[in-house]
């Protein structure tokens, strides 16, 4: 049974920090692409930033220079270090591992930038 758990989230003030994980399990981690998208109300789900099986990334203009996504595949552990954060940032984060037609999805995690 394949699992994405996501944790990490929470309630920071514009210009905070969070990182948050997201640790698989019932999948050969190393093999699948990672990406973390978000759902702000309203809106459609949207990417944010993803890393390949080697290591490369690519990241939503939005955060761009803000956020950094990391893989540690000895942990079966994918991050976002989400820094310089602003209220727009607020959303639902969902960690996504995909490979070819293998597509799987977290439960969610909230993150709200307020003061």
């Known amino acids: 049974q394949v699992q994405l758990v996501e944790s990490g989230g929470g309630l920071v003030q514009p210009g905070g920090s969070l990182r948050l994980s997201c640790a698989a399990s019932?999948?050969?981690?190393?093999?699948?692409?990672m990406g973390w998208y978000r759902q702000a109300p309203g809106k459609q789900r949207e990417l944010v930033a993803a890393?390949?099986?080697?290591?490369?990334?690519n990241y939503a203009d939005s955060v761009k220079g803000r956020f950094t996504i990391s893989r540690d595949n000895a942990k079966n552990t994918v991050y976002l270090q989400m820094n310089s954060l602003k209220s727009e940032d607020t959303a639902v984060y969902y960690c996504?591992?995909?490979?070819?037609?293998?597509?799987?999805w977290g439960q969610g995690t909230q993150v709200t930038v307020s003061s």
């Open positions: 890393i390949t099986t080697n290591g490369g990334t």
């Open positions: 019932g999948i050969v981690f190393s093999i699948y692409a």
């Open positions: 996504n591992a995909n490979r070819w037609n293998d597509d799987y």
